[in-house]
């Protein structure tokens, strides 16, 4: 079985636009939707959480399933990777109060944890690889009942799913043939317009266009800013 995932990521455009969003996706041929988590849009201050408009993941989640379909600043000021885990913990207990999982009868199929941490982990040695294996752990050890994916992991342990990310994953396999294969981000080219609107002036646009690159400025980061 072959299912076409369609990306959205909810927190680059206004919740008005999702149902159009979403159903432009479904018209497209896809099937399954994925979306990003920003833990520094949901928590900007410990403990303090923002699931309200563009932030509103159970209202995105819920609109995908009716559709039939970089870290906080504050973070560097508390040592221990614990806060990772109780953010995580904190987004799987969200969704699974909601019933949005699927064995709940919800439309949530799969979870993510990391972003293409694989490109970095060499850097950091055996700690790199120590961290991996704590990651994976943490997030099966949460009971969310759903399978967990890790992009560009090629040492993702047995119970995570490693998937490809890139302009060609035609000849991917996965580090285990018990293992899907997966293509989570298809790279079809890179936006050369949006770099540069950026760092340009932004007077002339409207209050949309003014909040939506307000808010990627803040994700410029994304591999680090995602749990």
Known sequence: MTRRRGDERSVSQSFEMWPDLIAKSKEGGADVVQTYIFWSGHEPVRGQYNFKDRYDLVKFVKLVGESGLGFPVWLRDIPGIEEMKRFVKKIVDVMRDESLFSWQGGPIIMLQIENGYGNIEGEYGQKGKDYVK????????????????????????????????????????????????????NWDGCDPVLPKIMDKDTSKLDSEQKSVIQEKKKTRNIGSDEA
């Open 134 to 185: 704590w990651a994976a752990n943490m997030a099966v050890g949460l009971g969310a009942g759903v399978p967990w994916v890790m992009c560009k992991q090629t040492d993702a342990p047995e119970y995570i799913i490693d998937a490809c990310n890139g302009y060609y994953c035609d000849g991917f396999k996965p580090n285990s043939n018990k293992k899907l294969v997966m293509w989570t981000e």
